[in-house]
């Protein structure tokens, strides 16, 4: 029902800044709760960032918490990550996903899109 494609991710040294988009399909996109997760080789797919339905809440994981911001913007049906202060341990493969809760669990959101990868260098 929801179809949702990242962008944004490449190469960026450590200390800079990146910003992800995720485009998310039909009308009712607000309906959903959106979350960030992130997944580096060999590790469990971790919760990274959510944001509310109407983004009036948010929430983030302690070790980007200061450095990273949620947002969206429904009109355009879109979530966004935006990132400062990257460290090399952010490399990972950045997903976003939809979720009829304001939840960090994995198994709570429903859509997911294919990933967009992030590589900070040291």
């Known amino acids: 029902q929801v179809h949702l494609v990242e962008s944004g991710g490449g190469l960026v040294q450590a200390g800079g800044s990146l910003r992800l988009s995720c485009a998310a399909s039909g009308r009712a996109f607000s309906r959903y709760a959106t979350g960030w997760f992130r997944q580096a080789p060999g590790k469990e797919r971790e919760f990274v960032a959510r944001?509310?339905?109407?983004?009036?809440?948010?929430s983030y994981a302690d070790s980007v918490n200061g450095r990273f911001t949620i947002s969206r913007d429904n009109a355009d049906n879109t979530v966004y990550l935006q990132m400062s202060s990257l460290k090399p341990e952010d490399t990972a493969v950045y997903y976003c996903?939809?979720?009829?809760?304001?939840?960090?669990?994995?198994?709570?959101?429903?859509?997911w899109g294919q990933g967009t990868q992030v590589t900070v260098s040291s």
């Open positions: 996903a939809a979720s009829n809760y304001y939840s960090r669990q994995r198994d709570e959101y429903l859509y």
């Open positions: 944001i509310s339905g109407g983004g009036g809440r948010t």
